[in-house]
């Protein structure tokens, strides 16, 4: 469609079939690591969760999708507990997250979520060892920084120091391609979600998609793209265009600055799609990201588009800063869980 076309999505080729790598079960759910690939770049790590009892009904699907954060030496292992977890999950949960672990939150709740790796983030992330020259000065300013400040950072934090320096890089190419960064991301979104769809034991007809931050935007992007997303919730990315240039442009990632996108089709566009999915939007009073104005704008023009649509909607201004609070997971689970109609349990999602 027209916001494919505005994106310059790649075609995604025949649905891979996912490799199961681990396994595991605790707390209620059963999580499987599996890969597979898109027909370019490594492979794509991602992680499958599922209620640990043994109902045989089909179950809906959501597709969990991981935040930016400045942080790509991983990428969706910040929403699963893995047996392992590296340093950066942890740092990114406690301090985004209120320490839960999403994906099997919401599979507690009856839900079969997929959690992967989007383009240019953990498996799909790029080689930068030797550093590319156009690299090596920012990266030389980041370990003078830490030096200053008498931080010794870890082989996660100086890949994402590189890798900040090399999205502007990674976008000028995809650009030159007739694609773009958000283009190639929402490319791998798509086959992560055709690979939901195809688990065995998941209803395809009850999908949905659920994302915070720049993760919300690829949520937004889904809404638009897929026409057969049940449910979208897209937390704390909500703003008008108007309102978000030129000041708090520099704010954000190439993952929302496409060229021409956001003049087009701004972020009330993209979340609204065909207005027949059910929609949850979900922003933060103090959030430094986003105007005021430009999100309450936003939220009004969402709550006028879906009166009289097929699609239900809610919204919400929640208290505090830009992250993904435990009222904010909670009001997503209690969302989804109506709108696809999870067969929810007794712990509910606080129990990770």
Do not use: N
Request: hydrophobic letters at 45%.
């Amino acid at each position: 469609g027209d916001v494919a076309a505005a994106l310059g999505v790649p075609a995604p080729r025949a649905t891979p079939r996912p490799r199961v790598v681990d396994s595991w079960t605790a707390d209620g759910v059963t999580t499987e690591r599996v890969e597979w690939w898109v027909g370019f770049g490594p492979p794509t790590a991602a992680w499958v969760v599922r209620p640990q009892d043994a109902s045989d009904a089909p179950r809906p699907g959501v597709l969990v999708l991981h935040c930016h954060a400045g942080v790509k030496a991983i990428g969706a292992e910040r929403l699963v507990r893995t047996p392992t977890p590296s340093a950066a999950a942890e740092r990114l949960r406690r301090d985004l997250y209120d320490g839960r672990a999403l994906a099997q939150d919401l599979a507690r709740r009856g839900a079969v979520v997929l959690a992967h790796d989007t383009f240019a983030w953990g498996s799909r992330r790029f080689d930068l060892d030797p550093l590319p020259v156009s690299l090596r000065g920012p990266v030389r300013g980041a370990e003078l920084a830490w030096a200053a400040d008498g931080v010794v950072p870890d082989d996660e934090q100086r890949y994402d120091a590189a890798a900040a320096a090399h999205e502007h890089v990674v976008a000028k190419t995809a650009g030159t391609l007739g694609t773009s960064f958000a283009g190639v991301v929402a490319h791998d979104d798509l086959v992560a979600l055709a690979v939901l769809r195809a688990l065995p034991g998941l209803d395809p007809a009850r999908t949905g998609a659920v994302g915070f931050s720049g993760g919300g935007g690829r949520a937004a992007a889904l809404a638009s793209l897929d026409p057969d997303l049940r449910a979208a919730v897209v937390v704390a990315m909500m703003t008008t265009t108007q309102a978000l240039l030129p000041a708090y442009a520099d704010a954000h990632s190439w993952l929302l600055t496409t060229p021409g996108l956001l003049g087009r089709y701004g972020l009330p566009d993209l979340a609204a799609g065909r207005l027949a999915h059910d929609l949850l939007v979900l922003s933060f009073a103090d959030d430094a990201l986003f105007p005021p104005d430009g999100v309450r704008a936003a939220h009004d023009e969402l709550r006028t588009r879906f009166t009289g649509a097929p699609g239900r909607y809610d919204e919400a201004v929640l208290p505090g800063p830009h992250a993904f609070t435990a009222e904010a997971q909670d009001r997503a689970a209690d969302f989804l869980e109506t709108s696809l109609g999870t067969a929810g349990l007794s712990d509910g999602p606080g129990g990770s």
